[in-house]
């Protein structure tokens, strides 16, 4: 039987706490729920790193908000997610810059594309999710040196779909739209509860949000009409959907957790504790795809196993 979660007061953009102080990272923030959360933070008086793979979109983007916040603390910063080199380089200006780092917020992703990263990883799994592993792996010195810091992975309700492709093959591009991004989002849920495991003896919270179905463009890759179908009917506005990641990010809340919107099947409304799909808690599975990722980052060069205690 299904637990039931505890009421939530409503969670609204107000409640949103005061972030003077606090350094927070936002992965994909040009455009999107990472750009509304880059805003929101930058109207709480956060300093908002901007982690962006274009750095022209980035700019247009730190300018919008700056046109709204006019003393935004905003940095820019080149992350790559297709390319560890990119990701190794960002973890290199971002501890010379920072030290101190409150919140990570890994949230860029793609869907719908059969590419293959620069390493050669399936194009979801390699950007939604290792790149997103390095990128917190290289962090975990400086969120170990900032009290109270946080991990927050975005994941998505395409995490409990029923025929996700196993990670045995990470290295073949996957046919099928939601197919390939599923797993990767499973691997982020994963990774997510898997970290919180990790460092539960330490300060630093891993926490998973998800934005229900939200207007952005994360659909871009489909024909015109069902966007402007789907934007306009299916998806709750972006405001909503930062909610739940707002809530992770800033509320009292538990390592391990899983916050996503309250309406039906999760898909829009204020933010409330979910749980994640039976699958994302298997341990074998974490123990599978954690001791994957080590290994795959390992092969690459960028060995990070000394920063994690309880390794596989
Ligand atoms: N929108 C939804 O309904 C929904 C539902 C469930 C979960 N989510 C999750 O919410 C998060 C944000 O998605 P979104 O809806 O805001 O999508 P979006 O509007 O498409 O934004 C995605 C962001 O990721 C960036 N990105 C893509 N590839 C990258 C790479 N190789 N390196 C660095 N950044 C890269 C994009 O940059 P460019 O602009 O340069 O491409 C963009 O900034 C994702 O984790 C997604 O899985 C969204």
Redesign the pocket.
């Known amino acids: 039987m299904k637990e039931k979660e505890p009421l939530m007061k409503k969670f609204k953009i107000s409640d949103f706490k005061d972030q003077t102080g606090k350094v927070v990272v936002i992965?994909?923030?040009?455009?999107?729920?990472?750009?509304?959360l880059a805003l929101r933070f930058a109207q709480r008086s956060a300093t908002v790193v901007m982690?962006?793979?274009?750095l022209d979109?980035?700019k247009s983007?730190q300018q919008k908000i700056l046109s709204l916040v006019p003393d935004a603390k905003i940095v820019l910063q080149k992350?790559?997610?297709?390319?560890l080199e990119?990701v190794n380089q960002c973890i290199i200006d971002l501890t010379n810059q920072f030290k101190q780092i409150d919140i990570l917020i890994?949230?860029?992703?793609?869907?719908g594309i059969t590419t293959l990263?620069n390493e050669g990883y399936e194009?979801q799994f390699?950007?939604?999710y290792l790149?997103h592993a390095l990128l917190t792996f290289g962090l975990l010195d400086t969120l170990k040196n900032t009290p109270n810091s946080r991990v927050i992975?975005?994941?998505?309700?395409?995490h409990a779909k029923r025929k996700i492709p196993s990670f045995s093959d990470i290295r073949t591009p996957i046919k099928g739209t939601f197919k390939a991004?599923s797993r990767?989002?499973l691997a982020?849920t994963i990774f997510s509860l898997k970290l919180a495991d990790e460092l539960k003896d330490t300060h630093i919270l891993s926490v998973n949000a998800?934005?229900?179905?939200?207007?952005?463009?994360?659909?871009?890759k489909f024909a015109r009409l069902i966007r402007w179908i789907a934007k306009k009917i299916v998806?709750?506005d972006?405001s909503m959907?930062v909610l739940p990641?707002l809530y992770a990010a800033s509320e009292n809340v538990q390592s391990g957790q899983y916050y996503g919107p309250s309406g039906y099947k999760e898909r829009r409304g204020y933010p409330k504790l979910v749980q994640s799909s039976k699958k994302s808690k298997d341990p074998n599975l974490q123990n599978e795809l954690w001791s994957l990722t080590i290994k795959e980052l390992q092969k690459q060069g960028y060995d990070y196993s000394d920063r994690l205690p309880n390794i596989n």
């Open positions: 992965t994909g923030s040009n455009t999107g729920l990472g750009y509304e982690a962006v793979r274009n979109k980035g983007a992350l790559d997610l297709n390319s990119s890994n949230n860029a992703a793609l869907l990263t194009a390699g950007v939604n790149g992975t975005v994941g998505s309700n395409a991004y990767s989002k982020n998800h934005p229900g179905l939200t207007a952005t463009d994360i659909i871009r998806m709750q972006v959907g990641i």
